[in-house]
């Protein structure tokens, strides 16, 4: 996954290697600036990104690796032992690397062309490839996105601390197991809660660098889950409690082939990044390392998630489900199996809990662009202060976003169904479609053939395999309506 940082894309004014740096950006009307300044107060002045006056004088390396990282590991992870039981051991972990290797060139696209213009957002990048539209359309495809995934960790944080029912089963949540059922157990209470005394805090944060501590340890959180299941692994291993795993995927008939293309939205999922490259880059001290950041980031995910798909679908095999998580809902076998199953599960919400926030801090800047976008268009000469200068309008986009995510997650969590589809859809476009769209546009005639040959193989790729899904999926449900008809 060591691409250049060039590509061999030539060398343009705007794209010679130089140590540079975006904090002190100015800040001003112009669309093309960042919706957050480079050099600013905070409350938080005594972190090492801040000298001694109390101004940010930059992202650290290590910091922007953190945060890139855990924007990349989310709930995805758990849902990638899964593929392997579709896919096979053999082909998953090649697709999982495949996938790395596939992201790491759609972000270089954007970093490359973003530097040869000058541009600082990947909506701007968008708006001068196609124009205003263009731009809207990505940041619509973002909100779709990053509010479908923040309202599935809540539901899953929901799942894990207070329980769920399903076909008239209740499963119980770690919150329940341990104190009884309890209006105070309760999903609805127990999410307010953790939204007011954890979430919120987190979301309050203006720049996603004071987040660099709380990212380092929702990626320990994640590695917790993959020692145990190691751990276990081999403990089942020594006792003969585990067999050979399928190598290959078993196909008889058509349905089983499409039923392959299933796992491309968890695929496409599972290394989404780039709506958070660009907040990324402009805190960063020195930007020209940005690529570095990303190969970093990659590397760390693409191993954790193949180590996880391993030795969870070792453990497990064919009784793997959708979410592993719920695969430590049952005895293990093994001498302190339920304290091992709270330990995995508490630890996953928790993981999902500091993943939020930096999900979240996108959404917002893309919610406040495109509501502002059209003042922007009515008037050239109307300048608006910076998100992070504007508390109130700060304060009232956070209030609304968090408030509409909880509604949705307490009062309509069979949304998890639709977010499979808007979720998907929206991914592909962010992930793949339009940095591919922007390689084929090349305004700045950088683009090399070999890039666009692999742009047109990206998007084909993208298109196919999520339409393939989407077609499983539905066939899936309906069959599934049909089936519970029949019964009643």
């Not at 801040?50 to 992870?77: E, P, W």
């Not at 990659?298 to 030795?311: A, E, K, N």
């Not at 268009?377 to 609304?400: A, E, G």
């Not at 700045?444 to 047109?456: F, G």
Request: hydrophobic share 50%; charged share 15%; proline share 3%.
């Amino acid at each position: 996954m060591m691409i250049g940082g060039g590509g061999g894309g030539g060398v343009t004014p705007n794209n010679h290697v130089k140590k540079r740096s975006r904090k002190n950006s100015g800040i001003g009307g112009n669309e093309n600036q960042p919706l957050l300044p480079k050099s600013h107060h905070q409350e938080d002045n005594h972190n090492h990104n801040y000298n001694n006056n109390g101004d940010f004088k930059g992202a650290s390396f290590s910091s922007a690796v953190l945060n890139l990282s855990t924007t990349i590991i989310g709930a995805g992870i758990m849902a990638l032992p899964a593929t392997l039981k579709v896919l096979g051991m053999v082909p998953g972990l090649i697709t999982i690397v495949f996938m790395a290797f596939l992201t790491d060139k759609s972000v270089e696209f954007i970093i490359r062309f973003s530097r040869a213009s000058g541009i600082t957002s990947y909506g701007d990048l968008m708006g001068e490839a196609f124009g205003r539209y263009g731009k809207a359309l990505l940041q619509i495809s973002v909100i779709i996105n990053n509010l479908g995934i923040l309202v599935v960790y809540m539901i899953i944080i929901g799942d894990v601390l207070s329980g769920t029912s399903s076909n008239k089963d209740h499963h119980y949540g770690i919150l329940e197991g341990w104190f009884g059922v309890h209006w105070w157990t309760g999903r609805k209470f127990v999410l307010l809660v953790t939204t007011l005394s954890v979430i919120l805090p987190l979301v309050s944060f203006k720049r996603i660098d004071s987040l660099s501590f709380t990212s380092a340890v929702s990626i320990a959180l994640a590695v917790v889950f993959l020692v145990i299941a190691v751990g276990i692994a081999i403990v089942k291993i020594i006792s003969g409690g585990i067999g050979m795993p399928r190598l290959f995927p078993v196909i008889n008939d058509l349905t089983d082939f499409f039923q392959l293309f299933t796992v491309a939205p968890i695929l496409v999922t599972a290394y989404i990044c780039h709506y958070n490259v660009h907040n990324i880059e402009n805190e960063m001290e020195d930007s020209t390392e940005m690529h570095g950041v990303v190969r970093t980031s990659l590397g760390m995910c693409c191993s954790v998630y193949v180590l996880t798909s391993f030795f969870g679908f070792l453990l497990f095999g064919e009784e793997t489900l959708d979410d592993v998580v719920a695969n430590f809902d049952a005895d293990l076998g093994i001498p302190f199996g339920s304290a091992i199953n709270d330990a995995v599960r508490f630890s996953y919400a928790a993981h999902l809990m500091l993943v939020f926030p930096v999900v979240f801090f996108p959404l917002r800047i893309n919610v406040d662009d495109l509501i502002s976008y059209s003042s922007l268009l009515s008037s050239s000469s109307w300048s608006r202060p910076s998100l992070l200068q504007d508390n109130l309008r700060f304060t009232s986009i956070t209030v609304s976003l968090l408030l509409l995510i909880f509604v949705v997650a307490n009062f309509i969590p069979t949304i998890w169904d639709a977010f499979q589809f808007t979720g998907a859809t929206a991914t592909v476009f962010v992930g793949f479609i339009f940095p591919a769209a922007v390689t084929l546009r090349d305004r700045y005639d950088i683009a090399t053939k070999q890039d666009k040959i692999l742009s047109v193989m990206m998007m084909i790729l993208a298109v196919f395999s999520n339409a393939m899904a989407i077609y499983s999926d539905a066939v899936a449900l309906v069959n599934k309506d049909k089936t519970k008809t029949l019964r009643e």
